[in-house]
């Protein structure tokens, strides 16, 4: 891989990794304020459970996610070559079962989350999206807009 080749590729894994700990922060609020079903206090429920979660998830994500991302889609691409017929679904399959893999180390939450990155991630990728360093700048608006608006929410429902 070239210079250009990889910063692309970790531009596009910065982005998916925001994205997709932003869709884990909702997705993890709405269950967990589900979950509790106290009569009128589902907006507070879910914007305590926004602000919260996203200052763990949003790290964890960004950081391990980005990382073992690259790493799976690196060994997927030595372990099939291009030459090989079918070479992009197989090295789907092989990239999917390994970012599942690392994603199970912390349980369900980072399973969940490590299926949410890679879709995210092949989403971007098949709809070649070249993301430079402005973009991943502008993708980290994402979650602080998240966190800046949920906090809002919750002490306007309080």
Known sequence: MDRGAWGLLISRKMVSATISSCVLVMLVAFLDANARQEEGAYVRDFAFGITFVIVYAWPAVFIYGTFSSIVSELISRRIVPRSVSRSSTLRLCISAALHLIF?????T???LAAAIFFAVDTGLAAAGGRFGGLSVLKSLLLPIALFGSSGIVAMLAS
């Open 109 to 111: 939450v980072s399973l």
């Open 103 to 107: 994603g199970i180390v912390l349980g």
